[in-house]
């Protein structure tokens, strides 16, 4: 694989502790887990932004006020622009969005307008995707727009369902980094892995996880299924 192996979804700031404690690659900053993540808030940021290994984690920020992501108002395209606005002259290394029509196809201007609001910062589409009436003609109109990755689960309940689309998808878009997430656990990567050990046809993007469920809300829990999922991903962290 390419890029980073693995980013952790983080939703609160512990989360962020943690990950930038052990060196995770990549992690996503939301909040509302139960929401499926919205924009976090300032402190939570400023935390990752001094925590973090400079060269070593990079920062995805996501940007979405509510979970309407047909709401195409003006209202709410005006409180993304000011998301980005507030954190591009940050050192955030990119921003997670997803919206669409209410026939669920992308807004294509509306989008390139607001990457060009931060054109240097990396672009990800969110799993909005897996909803989308075309999700694999949308991967290619959303490569064009300069679009770095695409979370997904293939379509399915959960990124291990959907697995195999998942590598179809990214065998065809061989430019654009898929991003398998969706119900990932450390379980479920060991299977894969002996199931599909040619990481050379697994997505670009990696694996993406909170390494929680509802079951998992214990913090030891959640570091230990994190040490794992790193033992499987990202063995040189570990070592």
Request: hydrophobic fraction near 45%; glycine fraction near 8%.
């Amino acid at each position: 694989m390419s890029g980073p192996s693995f980013e952790l979804a983080c939703f609160g700031e512990e989360a962020v502790a943690l990950g930038c404690d052990r060196g995770v690659a990549r992690l996503e900053l939301c909040s509302h887990r139960e929401q499926d993540g919205l924009t976090p808030g300032d402190a939570m940021v400023e935390k990752a932004l001094s925590l973090r290994r400079k060269g070593m984690t990079r920062l995805m920020l996501m940007i979405r006020p509510d979970a309407l992501d047909t709401d195409l108002s003006d209202d709410r395209i005006g409180k993304i622009q000011e998301s980005i606005k507030r954190y591009r002259n940050t050192e955030v290394d990119g921003f997670v969005i997803g919206l669409a029509t209410e026939e669920f196809e992308l807004p294509l201007e509306l989008l390139a307008d607001l990457m060009a609001l931060a054109p240097s910062k990396e672009w990800v589409f969110h799993r909005l995707i897996d909803r989308l009436l075309n999700p694999f003609l949308a991967l290619n109109a959303l490569q064009a727009l300069g679009f770095r990755r695409v979370l997904s689960s293939g379509g399915q309940a959960t990124a291990r369902q959907g697995w195999s689309t998942l590598m179809a998808w990214q065998a065809a878009y061989p430019q654009l980094e898929i991003l398998a997430g969706g119900g990932l656990r450390a379980a479920d990567v060991m299977e894969l892995q002996n199931i599909h050990p040619n990481l050379a046809l697994w997505p670009r993007g990696g694996v993406h996880s909170s390494c929680l469920s509802q079951e998992l809300i214990d913090s030891t829990v959640f570091e230990a299924e994190l040490e794992t999922m790193l033992l499987l991903l990202d063995p040189k962290i570990m070592s």
